[in-house]
Structure formats: structure tokens, C-alpha cells
């Protein structure tokens, strides 16, 4: 079976050099780009199975990268870059990235985060439905199969992770799941940064899904707990 394929999209020279030869040193496949417009071809044309991409590109900013590749592919983006502010993860995340790695990051964090994603991809190929394939709360349907969700008539535009903690929610209905869990079962792991992805996750899940955020109907929190999907009647 062959190793996933890597995208590296990184203009620092040694940088990408580094990444270059950690993929190859575990028997990853990989291409690289050192521009915005050379990445966005590349997945295109080569459909890798996860991208690694720095914000800071010399022709385009890496968040119109993430805009760009999110308006065809689901395929997963784990950010890295030297931006440590809350604001730039939040941006990232929110545009649709799937995971942030702060430089300067160890080469230990970035296999650890990449078996994470390749074992998140492996788990959604091999994702039974056992009882129906078709979920219905209220005005929300989630078709599993497809991979899509819609309030009434008109599909929710979500991001694969925004996707996932849907399904999650819906799968538990009224249950009450710990951030702890959630955060396992979407990322592989539960770190504080995670943690604060997922809050970051939940309000614009919340903003596409509520006609209220404010007064959610569908998903409710449970402060220093977790979330809950309520049964709509």
C-alpha cells in the first residue's frame, strides 16, 4: 500500500528542506511548491492526501491558498507558520484549514500531527453507518453517505471539520459529549490548543446552522463540559 502523498508548500529554503527530508526519512510521498499559485496547481492536478502549508508565500498570502483549494477539495490542510497570535489560528481555521503548527515546531509535533490526519482520513473511508445513512432533526439532515448536510432546502457550506463535528453531535443525540472527547475523536488527541480550535469550530458550525447563534437551537453548550445535540421535535 503506498504512503499517503504530502504536499509541502513552504519558501523557506531550509525549512522545506527539513520537512523535505522527515517525509522521506518515514517513507512518505511529497511535492513541493514555494509559491501560492505553484500549490494550488499542484493539488489540482495531483490530488495529494494532506497539505502542509505556510501563510507567509511570496506572490499570495497562505489564507487565500486555503480559500482557493476549499472551494473544490475537502483535502486536509494542516497550517505552519510563524503568525503565533489567536487571531491568525482563528482566520486559518475558520477558512478551512484542519490543524495549526506554530513555527518553530519540532519534527516529533509534525509526524505526530500528520499520523493524526492520516489516521482521521483512513477512519472516514472505513466509516460504517450502521443504521441509517440519512439523519433527520427538525429542519436538519445530514446524509452521511453523500457528505453533506441541509437546513430545509438549502445545504450548509461546511468545512470537512465543521463536517465531522456535525456527524459527531448528531450520532450522540442528547448526549452531552466532554470537549475531551470531541476533541479525540475529531483531531486523534485533546491538547489546549485543540480545545480552542474546537470553540473556534463551534461558532461558525453555530453560525451556519442557527438562525440564532445566540439562542442555538440545535447544539447546546455546557459550560466547562462540552456540547450537546438536542432533539428537535
Known sequence: MNKPMILVVEDDTPVRNLMIT?????????LTAAKGSEAVLLAS??????????LGLPDMDGMNVIRQIRSWSNMPIIVISARSEDQDKIDALDAGA?????????????????????????????????????YNNGRLKIDYTAGCAFLGE????????????????????????????????????????????LRVFMTTLRKKLESSPDSPRFIQTHIGIGYRMVKVE
Open 22 to 30: 522527515t517525509l522521506k526519512a518515514h517513507k512518505y510521498r511529497y
Open 154 to 197: 438549502e445545504e450548509l457550506k461546511l468545512t470537512p471539520i465543521e463536517f465531522r463535528l456535525l456527524c459527531l453531535l448528531a450520532k450522540n443525540t442528547e448526549k452531552v459529549l466532554t470537549h475531551t472527547y470531541i476533541t479525540q475523536n475529531i483531531w486523534g488527541r485533546s491538547w489546549d490548543n485543540d480545545i480552542a480550535s
Open 98 to 134: 484542519d490543524d495549526y503548527l506554530t513555527k518553530p515546531f519540532s519534527v516529533e509535533e509534525l509526524l505526530a500531527r500528520l499520523r493524526v490526519t492520516v489516521r482521521r482520513l483512513s477512519l472516514m473511508k472505513n466509516d460504517k453507518v450502521t443504521n441509517s445513512s440519512v
Open 45 to 54: 492536478s495531483h490530488n495529494p492526501d494532506v497539505v502542509f502549508l505556510d
